[in-house]
């Protein structure tokens, strides 16, 4: 059975739900109104932006395109990634260290599906492609802010027991291990819940779109152990090269702790 078709009055009701939420902001003082409409607003130009890219990009047999559509991906995931934290580090360094990260992980986690249990015909074709290291690039890019921000806030605030560590003798590294294992707990905290809840709380989307699709439900469920399984083996990735490479650009070769690096 066919997934029904969305229609412009189905979209006009889903605009009177977006301004509801709104309005009840308003109404409790919770003061996000105007963040809810222009992320509903920029939400549906991205899509139906995206929408009409892919529908091009899908029709012609070019990895050029492809890979394209996916760096334009990963440029806007290094920027959220790196645009949520309350302390940073210089705009070079900050940005480098989300991108790298992102890209990593994402780009072993890929590469791992489609070179095992998924295997697209033809390889790395953009149908397969792009959904499928978008997903992932979303979710690792996920990971590597929560790291960034964890790690940030944990250093500047411990300052003085990572320093007196540092005068103990301790590796840089290792005097940052506490932080580091902090950073990468919260990381997969989302990813954790997501794997634990999905089949008794919640059918995750890509589960759901594969049923709504006419897919069987046992292929569904094994396509997403798949894929939840590629996930969270990105998003440690990812989130294990950005703790490591920040708290590399937070110190030097002497072992000194270098917050001013960071602001």
Same mark, same amino acid.
């Given at each position: ?96 260290i989300a991108g790298?990260? $992102?890209?990593?992980?994402? *780009?072993? =986690? !890929?590469?791992?599906?489609? %070179? +095992?249990? #998924? ?77 634990s809840a999905a ?32 996930? $969270?083996?990105?998003?440690? *990735?990812? =989130? !294990?090269?950005?703790?490591? %490479? +920040?708290? #590399? ?13 960071a602001r």
């Amino acid at each position: 059975m066919a997934p029904a078709l969305i229609t412009p009055f189905d979209l006009a009701i889903a605009a009177c739900l977006i301004l509801a939420c709104a309005l009840a902001s308003q109404i409790l003082a919770l003061k996000t109104g105007r963040s809810i409409v222009i992320a509903a607003l920029r939400m549906s130009v991205q899509l139906l932006l995206i929408g009409n890219v892919l529908l091009f990009v899908f029709g012609q047999t070019s990895l050029f395109l492809t890979f394209a559509v996916l760096a334009v991906i990963l440029c806007a995931g290094t920027f959220e990634a790196g645009n949520r934290q309350t302390s940073r580090m210089t705009p070079r360094w900050h940005y480098g260290i989300a991108g790298a990260s $992102i890209l990593f992980g994402a *780009a072993l =986690a !890929t590469s791992m599906g489609f %070179l +095992t249990s #998924l295997r697209p015909h033809p390889l790395f074709a953009a149908r397969a492609t792009i959904p499928m290291a978008g997903l992932i690039i979303g979710n690792v890019m996920n990971a590597t802010s929560l790291t960034l921000n964890s790690l940030l806030t944990s250093v500047t605030r411990d300052r003085s027991a990572i320093e007196a560590r540092i005068l103990l003798g301790a590796t840089r590294l290792k005097a940052l291990e506490d932080p580091i294992r902090k950073a990468l707990r919260t990381a997969l905290i989302p990813t954790l819940n997501q794997m634990s809840a999905a089949g008794l709380v919640t059918l995750p989307g890509i589960m759901t779109g594969q049923l709504l699709a006419g897919m069987s439900p046992v292929a569904a469920s094994r396509y997403q152990i798949v894929l939840m399984s590629l996930v $969270i083996f990105g998003n440690l *990735a990812g =989130a !294990t090269l950005a703790a490591v %490479l +920040t708290c #590399l650009h937070l110190t030097d070769e002497r072992g000194r702790l270098r917050l001013e690096r960071a602001r």
